[in-house]
């Protein structure tokens, strides 16, 4: 019954983690690892964008918020 919508949060907080920890690999030049991390970061994103579309007005700063996170890496 109980859908959770703030569960979003907790997949946005884990993008931004994995994200940061992709910015670190690229300085450290581990291309590989960056990647990897990114493409962890991104499926966290999508994740939350499910569960806001799902729970959320199409109109909700959240929808738009995650998108733009999206779209711009």
């Known amino acids: 019954q109980n859908k959770h919508s703030d569960s979003y949060i907790c997949y946005e907080s884990l993008a931004d983690l994995y994200l940061r920890k ?11 690892q960056s990647k990897i991390l990114k493409v962890q970061a991104i499926s966290y ?29």
Request: proline fraction near 5%.
């Open 45 to 73: 994103l999508k994740q939350a964008q499910e569960i806001v579309e799902s729970n959320f007005p199409k109109d909700s700063p959240h929808i738009k918020r995650l998108r733009t996170k999206l779209k711009n890496l």
């Open 22 to 32: 992709a910015m670190k690999s690229l300085k450290e030049n581990k291309t590989s």
